[in-house]
Structures are given as structure tokens and as C-alpha cells.
């Protein structure tokens, strides 16, 4: 990786989209931690956070970089554009009119969906921007010596407008500000804010484990061996992300005039993280939704509504992490959403079609109905175990912070990892083909 770097800053043109893309990602920098949203108290925002611990909120905060937490303008950071993203792709799979857009468009269609995920991330965005309006609007922190702290003082329409227009502005921006990067830059900008993003925690997270190993509530020994189990993940997730069960495949000889064409074998890869870490990212969003709802809703409404509050405090209760029902529902949801990603990116019968269309079949199975049903086993065995690695990697921490109060701020790290192990991975292999392309012998010269 650090020769690819290398390698890419020796050449003037790779160089100067490395330094565009760092330039981006310190203007980020600014707007996640400087730039904060208007008639919001951040350190009571702070301090609530703090107190409530909230997974998902952590979860939140962590993507955007602690931006969340300190209500900066790129509260929202990315998850706007995210969850706009998987929507249309969703929409162009279910649609027939957009999926022929898309592949009979060419260019053009590309461009045309790239348009449709800009507006239906500034729809999620206004979604999103009033739930953390009314999330905000009632929340206050009680000190210790009796004084009350509220995190909006006397809200009213015009505190709501401009709260939730700079929590979509900055979402705007951020989209902008990726699309450059891939454009001007290194490429895949939006995960390389999310990476930047959740990199900048490294250091928090650092100084609470020292303090607690300083005040003696964290065993040194027991954070020794955090890390070398850390490093073992990552190693284990860049063997699983690199894996691949490549399907043979043999293509029959054409003569064309003079030529031959074909002959020759092949294989069809398929691999064991297609769907990446998206099914993670979905099953964590929706098991947490009930305590997000309860959260949101402030303090309980007097009348009939507190007859309730005792089952709405148990649901949530299991519904949360460290819970086992918590646990369990979110490893069945990864491996739900991991089938149903795999058979969104890949499908079966339409890879069949196209080996039969172009002469290829794979031996021992007849083109059509056999090989797509043959394809179908192969995927389904291969997507059970990416899905069980993303379940394991994505709890483990989680069912590791149980034993441990000190070690609470690891119950997020799987999740997290996989985000930057994948990152990183994918830059190295955009950096690769770069220097592939401009050191090709031939026309290119």
C-alpha cells in the first residue's frame, strides 16, 4: 500500500489529485468541527450524549465525525446521500422505466440517476434535518448543583427554519463536496469522507483508554490484548474482502471469416463480501429505530400515554445494546439484508442468459435453466458466509463491551473497521489502476 502511495505521488498528475483530495477533506474537517448549526447549545448536546449513551446516536456521531455530537453544519454528514443512494438503486431495480434508463442510457442515464439521487438526498435531508429539530427542541441536562441546561432556548418557527435549512445545506455541501473528489480527485469520495470522518475519532478513543487504564478501571494487559485482537480482525477482514469462488467457465470456438473467436476458459468470480458493509449499516439502523422513536419523542405526555411508558422503557431496554434480543435481531438482520443485497448486484438468471448468448456454459451443466440453477447454489453458499463474517465481526465487540464498562467505546468498532478497512483497500486498487493505465505500453503512448 505505501509503495502504491509512493509510487502515485512520483507522478505530477497523481499528485496533484491526491493534494485536491486532501484539500477537500480538510474543508470537511473545518465544517464537521468548527462551524456550528444556529440557536444550539452544543455542550448541552454534549453532555447529553454522553449521559444518555445511545448506541445509534454513537453510531451517527461516529460517521460524521463527532459532527453530530458538537451539532456542527455536517451534523447530518453523509447518511443523507447514503440512504438516497440505496433508495434509487432499490427504485431502478423495481422500476422497469428507470432500470432501462440506466442500462440503455449509457452516459447519459448515468447522469440522470446521479440527478435523482441529488434530489431525493435533499428530500432525506429535510426528513432528517426536522426529526433532529424536534429531537433537539425539548432536551435539556440537569448539572450537579441544580441548574437546568436546555439545548434550544424558546423554539419557534423561525429557530426551526434555520436549523433544519443548515442541517440540509450541510448535507448538500458534503454531497458536493464527494462528487468533486471523485471527479477532480483520487475517486470514491463519498466513502473517503466517511472515512476521514471516522478516523478522526482514533484519537478520542485513545485518550479514554489511557485515562481509564491510568485511573485503573482497564487493565493494561486486557487493552494489550484488545489490540492484538484488533489487528487480527483487520487482518482476517482483508483475507475475507480479497476472497473470491471463481465458477469455470468454457467458451465454444466461432470461426468469423477468417478469424477464430472463443476456445479458451474463463471463470466467473463471485465474492465472499459482494454486498460489502451496507447490511450492516441497514440492520443497524432499523433495530435501534424503536429507541431513535422513543428518544425523539422527549418526555412522555401525561394522560393516557404514561399507562404505556412502562412497556415503551422495557421495549427499548431490549431493543438496545448490550441486550441479547438486541444482539440476536442484529445478527439475523445483517444476514438478511446480506442475501438480499447478493441477489440485488448479482443475479443468477440473467448471467446465464449472457454465457449462453455468448457461447459459454460451464462444464458439466447444460446452458439456460441448469446453470443458472447451478450459479443460484454457488451464490447462496458463498453469501452465507460473508454474511456470517459481517454478523460475527459486527457483535463481537459488542458482546466483548459487556464484560467490560471500560471497554464500552469498542461496541461500535466492527462496524467501523470493515468501513475503513474497505475504504482503504478500494483507494489502494483506484491508485493501482491509475498507475496501471499511465504506464501502459501501447497506443496509449
Do not use: C
Not at 444518555?52 to 447518511?79: K, W
Not at 438526498?121 to 426536522?130: D, E
Not at 433495530?287 to 405526555?301: C, D
Amino acid at each position: 500500500m505505501f509503495e502504491t502511495i509512493k509510487n502515485a505521488w512520483s507522478i505530477k498528475e497523481l499528485r496533484h489529485k491526491i493534494l485536491f483530495t486532501l484539500l477537500i477533506l480538510l474543508i470537511t474537517r473545518i465544517g464537521m468541527g468548527t462551524i456550528t448549526v444556529p440557536y444550539v447549545n452544543p455542550e448541552a448536546v454534549g453532555l447529553i450524549f454522553n449521559s444518555t449513551g445511545n448506541q445509534f446516536f454513537g453510531y451517527l456521531n461516529l460517521l460524521s465525525g463527532g459532527a453530530f455530537q458538537s451539532m456542527t453544519l455536517f451534523a447530518m454528514s453523509i447518511t443523507p446521500y447514503i440512504n438516497a443512494s440505496i433508495i434509487v438503486q432499490l427504485l431502478t431495480i423495481a422500476i422497469p422505466a428507470l432500470e432501462k434508463m440506466v442500462k440503455e442510457g449509457g452516459e447519459e442515464g448515468r447522469k440522470k440517476q446521479a440527478a435523482l439521487t441529488r434530489y431525493v438526498t435533499v428530500i432525506i435531508g429535510l426528513i432528517q434535518g426536522f426529526a433532529y429539530f424536534m429531537a433537539i427542541r425539548n432536551m435539556e441536562v440537569t448539572l450537579n448543583d441544580g441548574s437546568v441546561i436546555k439545548v434550544l432556548e424558546d423554539p419557534n418557527v423561525w429557530k426551526a427554519f434555520a436549523i433544519i435549512a443548515s442541517f440540509v445545506a450541510g448535507s448538500a455541501i458534503i454531497m458536493w463536496l464527494g462528487e468533486q473528489i471523485t471527479t477532480y480527485g483520487i475517486g470514491n469520495g463519498i466513502s473517503m469522507i466517511l472515512f476521514v470522518g471516522i478516523i478522526s475519532r482514533i484519537p478520542s478513543v485513545a485518550i479514554s483508554l489511557y485515562a481509564n487504564v491510568a485511573a485503573g478501571t482497564l487493565n493494561i494487559f486486557v487493552l494489550a490484548a484488545v489490540l492484538i485482537a484488533f489487528l487480527a480482525v483487520v487482518v482476517f477482514i482483508v483475507f475475507v474482502s480479497d476472497a473470491e469462488r471463481r465458477i469455470p467457465t468454457q467458451y465454444a470456438k466461432r470461426v468469423v471469416g477468417r478469424k477464430i473467436y472463443g476456445g479458451q476458459s474463463s471463470h466467473i468470480p463471485l465474492k465472499v463480501n459482494m454486498t460489502g458493509v451496507m447490511p450492516v449499516i441497514f440492520a443497524s439502523s432499523i433495530v435501534s429505530l424503536p429507541s431513535i422513536i422513543y428518544s425523539f419523542m422527549g418526555k412522555t405526555p401525561s394522560g393516557f400515554g404514561n399507562k404505556f411508558t412502562g412497556i415503551g422503557d422495557a421495549l427499548v431496554s431490549w431493543l438496545s445494546s448490550p441486550s441479547p434480543v438486541y444482539v440476536v435481531l442484529y445478527f439475523v438482520m445483517i444476514i438478511g439484508f446480506a442475501f438480499f443485497y447478493a441477489y440485488t448486484q448479482f443475479n443468477p438468471i440473467e448471467v446465464a442468459n449472457n454465457l449462453k448468448n455468448q457461447g459459454g456454459s460451464i462444464p458439466g451443466y447444460r446452458p439456460g435453466k441448469p446453470t443458472a440453477d447451478f450459479i443460484n447454489r454457488v451464490l447462496k453458499k458463498v453469501t452465507v458466509i460473508g454474511a456470517i463474517f459481517l454478523g460475527i465481526i459486527a457483535v463481537l465487540p459488542i458482546i466483548v463491551s459487556v464484560f467490560s464498562s471500560s471497554l464500552s467505546g469498542i461496541a461500535l468498532g466492527g462496524t467501523t473497521v470493515l468501513i475503513v478497512v474497505g475504504v482503504a483497500l478500494d483507494t489502494v486498487k483506484a491508485l493501482e489502476a491509475q498507475l496501471i493505465m499511465r504506464h501502459h505500453k501501447g497506443f496509449l503512448e
